[in-house]
């Protein structure tokens, strides 16, 4: 079993979300999702749910901040792919 925190942008702030995930990668169970102030209380969060369940690591999914900018694969007025 693994953890995934996964961190992203919304209007309301930085939301995370929490999930349980097998070794297929499939999610056991229902996401938590909540809203934090800061990328450390989230991780914080996923550590403290990974070291209770007797897990050493957790995995990251970081979706904050990307904006077309940062994908130059997308040309602007053509669309989403090449």
Known sequence: M???LKL????????????QRDE???AIGSPSVFR???KDEA???AKKLA???GLKVYGIVDKTGTDEAAQP???PGVGGAL
């Open 73 to 75: 694969w997308q040309v």
């Open 8 to 19: 992203e942008d919304s209007r309301e702030g930085l939301v995370a979300t929490i999930s």
């Open 2 to 4: 693994t953890i995934r």
């Open 51 to 53: 070291r209770s369940l």
């Open 36 to 38: 934090v102030d800061s």
């Open 43 to 45: 991780k914080q969060k």
């Open 24 to 26: 297929t990668g499939k």
